[in-house]
């Protein structure tokens, strides 16, 4: 049946010929695992936009609104937890294949005559790429987002003479705000997709033209060159395979929580980046007074002008690495300078102190007493009682807390808080965990 379909179809349509084209593609030097990480990135490219749309369905981008509908999407919509986990999983990875794909072509030297630009094109999508995921940072209207973006937009705003300009094109106006969300909704699924989709298509288009580098060796890729199909596609396809049941694993396992909603007033909250952002807030750390234009972006665009004309200031004919001692030594450095700055950026990230085991011991209570039912923490939980969320800072009296807890109406009079049955070591436990909850522990 499906057979007679098709030559009914390819008698009109021609198809054997776009078949050929799509898949025999010859490959110098043969199929390689090496080769996965572009078709990686454009099935995860292809999966944003799957989970994208789903999520925009959903999905309200108006201050009032937007926090709530994720938290609708979050609790109610069927499947909705686990597509907005694909959605943010998919983003991360596709980062990383992104950047072990051009680790790959650098490595390979495959950005040289005449790849040069394939390469530019294809530092254009990694731009692209982080763009989105800049833009979509802010779309949850959390208090990560809001804070983490107004640092972001703070940043441009100290580009001289344009500085102030492109800070209000971004926010659409003054301050951050209903506008800037629209504005970045706008620009996450409506020019950011368009814009990749044309260099996606370039980047192919070139590729096609000139073909696939192969080999650093000469002598290796003349020796014997296959086509696409059958075991480029099947190496491709299991690799994917691999990353979407990491990803979807991921999107099941592990929560991705909102914080509170956004609170433009706010203004002690201290957001934390995602990971792949994290090196330059590093960075941002240590670079103060009259050198913060140096990290804010004077770097960044030097290193960004610097990667995007690479394939002309590595004028190297070689490709094989051992003959390029300065690209590779340039290539290493800048690697161990942004992964070095991630691992101090994590590292002080979680030097804050370990869990205290009282603190354990007393968030275990809270759950097991129910407490949940009347507070809210971050806003999970009942509203009929004071939010918890910052407790310790407004409450940083010990003493208070464990005779609330002894008997709420004492202290705090008309209270309908119960009084629970709990031991001393349980007082001074959930005690603990109350005031561990602070906006900076
Ligand atoms: C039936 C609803 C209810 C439950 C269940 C409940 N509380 Fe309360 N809680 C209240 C109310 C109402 C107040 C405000 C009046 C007061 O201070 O007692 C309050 C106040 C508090 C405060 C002081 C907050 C502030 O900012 O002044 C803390 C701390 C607290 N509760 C912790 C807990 C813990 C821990 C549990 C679980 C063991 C719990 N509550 C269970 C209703 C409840």
Redesign the pocket.
């Known amino acids: 049946m499906a057979s007679r379909i098709y030559k009914w179809l390819d008698s009109r349509l021609n198809l054997k010929s776009v078949e050929r084209t799509l898949l025999d593609e010859p490959i110098p030097g043969g199929a390689s695992w090496i080769y996965v990480f572009g078709s990686v990135t454009l099935f995860l490219f292809l999966m944003q936009a799957i989970t994208g749309m789903f999520l925009a369905l959903y999905y309200a981008p108006t201050p009032d609104h937007a926090y709530d509908s994720l938290r609708f999407i979050e609790t109610e919509v069927l499947f909705g937890a686990f597509v907005r986990g694909l959605h943010h999983w998919g983003a991360s990875a596709m980062v990383v294949a992104i950047g072990l794909h051009m680790l790959q072509t650098f490595l390979y030297g495959a950005y040289k005559p005449p790849r040069e630009a394939m390469w530019m094109a294809g530092v254009v999508l990694f731009l692209l790429v982080m763009v989105f995921a800049f833009t979509g940072y802010l779309l949850p209207w959390d208090q990560t987002a809001y804070w983490a973006t107004q640092i972001g937009i703070n940043m441009v705003g100290t580009v001289p003479v344009i500085g102030d300009f492109m800070m209000r094109v971004l926010r659409g106006g003054e301050t951050l705000g209903a506008l800037t969300l629209s504005r970045f909704f706008a620009m996450h699924v409506l020019f950011l997709p368009s814009l990749l989709l044309l260099l996606i298509g370039l980047h192919l288009f070139i590729l096609r033209r000139v073909g696939p580098a192969g080999p650093w060796t000469d002598a290796r890729a003349s020796l014997d060159s296959e086509t696409f199909h059958p075991r480029q596609v099947y190496m491709d396809a299991v690799v994917i395979f691999g990353v979407f049941a990491v990803v979807a694993a991921a999107a099941l396992a592990i929560p991705f929580p909102l914080t509170d909603k956004a609170d433009p007033s706010d203004t002690s909250f201290v957001p934390v980046p995602e990971w792949y952002f994290l090196f330059y807030y590093e960075l941002l750390k240590y670079v103060h007074g009259p050198f913060e234009p140096l990290a804010t972006w004077i770097l960044p665009v030097l290193v960004i002008g610097i990667m995007l004309f690479w394939p002309f200031i590595d004028r190297n004919p070689a490709r094989n690495p051992i003959r390029r001692p300065v690209a590779l030594g340039a290539g290493v450095v800048f690697l161990v300078v942004v992964l070095s700055l991630l691992g101090l950026s994590i590292k002080n990230l979680y030097a804050v102190p370990r869990a205290d085991p009282a603190v354990v011991r007393g968030k275990a209570?809270?759950a097991e007493?129910?407490?949940a039912?009347?507070?809210r923490i971050h806003g999970e939980g009942?509203a009929?009682?004071?939010d918890?969320s910052f407790?310790g800072d407004?409450?940083p009296d010990r003493e208070w807390?464990v005779k609330?807890?002894k008997d709420?109406?004492s202290?705090?009079a008309g209270?309908?808080?119960?009084k629970?049955p709990?031991n001393d070591q349980q007082l001074a436990d959930?005690t603990s965990?109350?005031l561990s909850l602070k906006k900076v522990p």
């Open positions: 209570l809270y007493f129910g407490c039912g009347c507070h009942g009929v009682a004071p918890l407790v407004t409450r807390h609330h807890f709420p109406q202290v705090s209270s309908f808080m119960p629970f709990l959930l965990y109350m």
